[in-house]
């Protein structure tokens, strides 16, 4: 099994600033997954974050507005940048071990 | 391109009661398909993983069934307690494959049984 610590957990940001969201696993794994939860949406992929290479990220997402670090095989972060109202999300990292997936317990982003 | 539904979006029902929660999805070429469950303020468990070789899966008192012909699964909670209440989303991957960390989502369904 995994478990996989965020921080924050939850924060209000103001419009226009930036926020890191950093993710660690208890394991070694080779992709992180991060994904954003819009009130009352589904679960999207924002990116696939591997160590050592630059993230790959899903359709609609960049990364200029979503840079992601992965500096070793333990840890990642996401950063929200240049926040709008429409990015409050709840932002979760996961990975997959054996045949299954674990999330993290996410990180709840209010911009005001 | 891959679209995953849930109904009812809301769910609620007197304890004891068994409950069946509707998944559908579009594309029926899938290799898997889960069931999670979400609680407010933490993150997603994942609760059962039918294989697209499979008709359905069983965990305690959940059982998942799978039919991708018709591009549906259902999850069936037997003698449902306060404890289940959560949202249930289903996922599964998408159509050109990719790691088993890249999921398509349904909205989930949030249910309550009370007391």
């Known amino acids: 099994s995994a478990v996989i610590s965020q921080k924050p957990s939850r924060d209000i940001c103001q419009r226009g600033t930036s926020l890191t969201i950093q993710c660690q696993v208890d394991?070694?794994?080779?992709?992180m997954f991060w994904y954003r939860q819009q009130p009352g949406q589904s679960l999207t992929l924002i990116a696939t974050?591997?160590?050592?290479?630059?993230?790959?990220?899903e359709s609609g997402f960049v990364i200029d507005k979503f840079p992601i670090s992965r500096p070793n095989l333990t840890f990642s972060t996401l950063t929200v940048s240049n926040m709008s109202p429409e990015d409050s999300s709840i932002y979760l990292c996961?990975?997959?071990?054996?045949?299954?997936?674990?999330f993290g317990e996410g990180s709840w982003l209010t911009v005001v | 391109k891959q679209e995953v539904t849930q109904i009812p979006a809301a769910l609620s029902v007197p304890e004891g009661e068994n409950l069946v929660l509707n998944c559908s999805f579009t594309?029926?070429?899938?290799?898997?398909l889960q069931w999670f469950r979400q609680d407010p303020g933490k993150g997603l468990t994942s609760l059962l993983l039918?294989?697209?070789?499979?008709r359905e899966q069983t965990s305690g008192r959940l059982n998942a069934s799978l039919d991708k012909s018709s591009g549906r699964s259902t999850l069936y909670i037997a003698a449902s307690q306060p404890g289940d209440s959560a949202t249930y989303l289903c996922a599964v991957p998408p159509r050109y494959g990719g790691s088993q960390g890249n999921l398509i989502f349904g909205k989930g369904t949030k249910l309550s049984v009370k007391p």
């Open positions: 594309d029926s070429a899938i290799y898997n």
């Open positions: 974050a591997n160590q050592g290479s630059e993230a790959t990220y």
């Open positions: 996961s990975v997959v071990m054996g045949n299954t997936i674990y």
């Open positions: 394991s070694q794994v080779t992709m």
């Open positions: 039918i294989q697209s070789s499979q």
